[in-house]
T-cell receptor
Framework: GENVEQHPSTLSVQEGDSAVIKCTYS??????FPWYKQELGKRPQLIID?????GEKKDQRIAVTLNKTAKHFSLHITETQPEDSAVYFC??????????????FGQGTILTVHP | NAGVTQTPKFQVLKTGQSMTLQCAQD?????MSWYRQDPGMGLRLIHY???????DQGEVPNGYNVSRSTTEDFPLRLLSAAPSQTSVYFC????????????FGSGTRLTVV
């Protein structure tokens, strides 16, 4: 099955700095890569996603890049704000076959943005 | 449109007790799944279903049963609760055949003593 590794496990930045979280996946058949933000005591919320036929996607201060050859993808947050503090999860979805639709998550990154 | 509704929000069980976590969605999503969230381990898939009458195991299915008699409901049953099942449980759903993000329920915090 798919395996997703996420780094770092914790990340501390000053307000206004950039933050980068990296994930690697094992199965080259994975074709969809979402990122979720989870605030304390809340449910995970989708913040951005990318499909395997796209190399980069941006939404305001958030961007995701995908390198299919190296099987890794990254979340970039620019001009960080205290409200960006949360746990961020990457995930990968296998395409096709009996396992379609299953999301495999990384272990999570606790991002803290200091004012 | 309530989205994905989970009940209860909190539950304390004694070892050996059984219970059912409820999950219902009103978005006509074919795909539904159950995850458990433990510190430092992300979200791990327990069971999933691609439609009514069809279920399959995820990566940590032992000790749990599911059924899918309707499109809307996907209950998770703990057969004989163990302390290792103390966790936060999330139900999630999506349309099949499309790469859209999952909609998560608000979670159930379960403690087994």
């Amino acid at each position: 099955g798919e395996n997703v590794e996420q780094h770092p496990s914790t990340l501390s930045v000053q307000e206004g700095d950039s933050a980068v979280i990296k994930c690697t996946y094992s199965d080259s058949a994975s074709n969809y890569f979402p990122w979720y933000k989870q605030e304390l005591g809340k449910r995970p919320q989708l913040i951005i996603d990318i499909r395997s036929n796209v190399g980069e996607k941006k939404d305001q201060r958030i961007a995701v890049t995908l390198n299919k050859t190296a099987k890794h993808f990254s979340l970039h947050i620019t001009e960080t704000q205290p409200e960006d503090s949360a746990v961020y999860f990457c995930a990968a979805k296998l395409g096709g076959g009996t396992s379609y639709g299953k999301l495999t998550f990384g272990q999570g990154t606790i991002l803290t943005v200091h004012p | 449109n309530a989205g994905v509704t989970q009940t209860p929000k909190f539950q304390v069980l004694k070892t050996g007790q059984s219970m059912t976590l409820q999950c219902a969605q009103d978005m006509n999503h074919e795909y539904m799944s159950w995850y458990r969230q433990d510190p430092g381990m992300g979200l791990r898939l327990i069971h999933y279903s691609v439609g009514a009458g069809i279920t399959d195991q995820g990566e940590v299915p032992n000790g749990y049963n599911v059924s899918r008699s309707t499109t809307e409901d996907f209950p998770l049953r703990l057969l004989s609760a163990a302390p290792s099942q103390t966790s936060v449980y999330f139900c999630a759903s999506r349309y099949t055949g499309q790469d859209y993000g999952y909609t998560f329920g608000s979670g159930t915090r379960l403690t087994v003593v």
